[in-house]
């Protein structure tokens, strides 16, 4: 079946630890996104790539690295750069064509130990 | 920046009533998403809507838009247990290809027996 994975489920980070997220996807599809989720609120645009090897910043890219080496693959860097990293990350990923809507991965939960 | 903006953002409901949920936004877009989420998973896409003037049914669901009034609303009717759920509307401000969602906060919706 086609679909987004996003692996682990379940992340601690130490402080002052990097840590990488897993987002891959088996759907053709050439544009991949990252958002971050708080409870109770909306989802914030992370990073998104339209092609491979170009990636642009959302509206809350501080403290986050993402690359694009595969069109299946869009792994994110949570850095020790970002300090309040705690939250629940979600990958998407679309057609580049207009009017499609985005799909969404299972999501990774991220806490601080 | 844009400003999504959805009310109410809790919703307690019996079963076999109607209610609207309503999204507003404050830039010109004439694409705009509904996604369902439940509690602790991934985002589901509901609606597409794509010109002003759209409506959308599935089931109990139906959504319109006005882009003229940046005003999109979602039509529940009828509610069932089911359809207890997170809902949010999201706005594309991307003008090439792929899109560039921006996230209302969300409407908990919770429909009792």
């Known amino acids: 079946d086609g679909g987004i994975t996003q692996s682990p489920k379940y992340l601690f980070r130490k402080e002052g630890q990097n840590v990488t997220l897993s987002c891959e996807q088996n759907?053709?599809?050439?544009?991949m996104y990252w958002y971050r989720q708080d409870p109770g609120q909306g989802l914030r645009l992370i990073y998104y790539s339209q092609i491979v090897n170009d990636f642009q910043k959302g509206d809350i890219a501080e403290g986050y690295s993402v690359s694009r080496e595969k069109k299946e693959s869009f792994p994110l860097t949570v850095t020790s750069a970002q300090k309040n990293p705690t939250a629940f990350y979600l990958c998407a990923s679309s057609m580049r064509t207009r009017n499609q809507p985005q799909h969404f991965g299972d999501g990774t939960r991220l806490s601080i130990l | 920046e844009l400003k999504v903006e959805q009310n109410p953002l809790f919703l307690s409901m019996q079963e076999g009533k109607n209610y609207t949920i309503y999204c507003n936004y404050s830039t010109t877009s004439d694409r705009l998403y509904w996604y369902r989420q439940d509690p602790g998973k991934s985002l589901e896409s509901l609606f597409v809507l794509l010109s002003n003037g759209a409506v959308k049914q599935e089931g109990r669901l139906m959504a319109s838009l006005d882009t003229k009034a940046r005003l999109s609303t979602l039509h529940i009717t009828a509610a069932v247990h089911d359809l207890s759920a997170t809902y949010f509307c999201?706005?594309?401000?991307?003008?090439?290809?792929?899109?560039?969602?921006?996230f209302g906060e969300g409407t908990q919706l919770t429909v009792n027996p």
């Open positions: 759907l053709n599809h050439d544009a």
């Open positions: 999201a706005v594309d401000t991307q003008e090439t290809s792929g899109s560039r969602l921006t």
